[in-house]
């Protein structure tokens, strides 16, 4: 979720400014989402990289972008700076996303019921203009709009009880 900010988006504001720091620390900017929850602003920035995300780089990276965010205040309200690892099931939300991991397994909520059902898991084939292409276990191809779904989702773990 993005918010105004004095110099337009907040998101692509913030993005500017840590960007440059996460490079210098050999980090990603996996995604960077500013959200209100109850009466607490959080600006929470994912980052990724080659092997693993220890807590290490999270650490480094919030204390190297304090300042400058401080500095350069393209935020208005009061927030909680929180920097973290997407995880291992990591949300797909930008094309680039949907391109670095092409070829895993992805997990699909849709925002209503497709065939009668809402979640389906499948091998990434291809991201183009807002479409989604999985290939289930069954070689059953599916396209999704990504304006359909609730969300997409790296797929670390097995479920059996999904349409493959």
């Known amino acids: 979720m993005s918010g105004n900010s004095k110099g337009g988006n907040t998101i692509a504001a913030v993005w500017k400014i840590v960007e440059p720091y996460a490079k210098e620390l050999e980090?990603?900017?996996?995604?960077?989402?500013?959200v209100k929850e109850g009466a607490t602003h959080y600006l929470r920035i994912f980052i990724d990289r080659e092997g693993e995300v220890g807590i290490d780089d999270?650490?480094?990276?919030?204390h190297a972008i304090d300042k400058p965010l401080d500095d350069e205040d393209?935020?208005?309200?009061?927030?909680?700076?929180?920097?973290?690892s997407p995880g291992l099931q990591r949300a797909l939300t930008r094309p680039q996303h949907f391109e670095k991991l092409k070829g895993q397994?992805?997990?699909i909520k849709t925002i209503r019921a497709v065939?009668?059902?809402?979640?389906?898991?499948g091998t990434l084939c291809g991201y183009d203009n807002g479409e989604i292409?999985?290939?289930?276990?069954?070689?059953?191809?599916?396209i999704f709009n990504k304006k359909d779904t609730a969300w997409v989702r790296l797929d670390d773990f097995?479920?059996?009880n999904l349409p493959r």
């Open 115 to 121: 065939e009668g059902t809402r979640e389906f898991c």
């Open 158 to 160: 097995e479920d059996s």
């Open 133 to 142: 292409t999985i290939v289930q276990e069954s070689d059953e191809v599916k």
């Open 105 to 107: 397994k992805i997990r």
């Open 58 to 62: 999270c650490v480094n990276l919030s």
């Open 27 to 34: 980090l990603e900017i996996w995604d960077i989402q500013f």
């Open 74 to 84: 393209p935020i208005e309200n009061s927030y909680c700076l929180e920097v973290s």
